[in-house]
């Protein structure tokens, strides 16, 4: 006998805490790379699209 313990999907506010979290790239922050310099803009090779500034 199989038994489904159902509890956690009585109101929409429960399942709401349960539910699988979802992750999209929006949810990201990305970091600022700060260099020495003036008017310094230096492409990052392993993050294309991405530089390092300076103040």
Known sequence: M???NRRLRTNEAIRSLVRETIITPNDFIVPLFVVEGQNVKEEIA??????????
């Open 46 to 55: 392993s993050m294309p699209n991405y530089y390092r500034y300076s103040l």
């Open 2 to 4: 199989l038994i489904r």
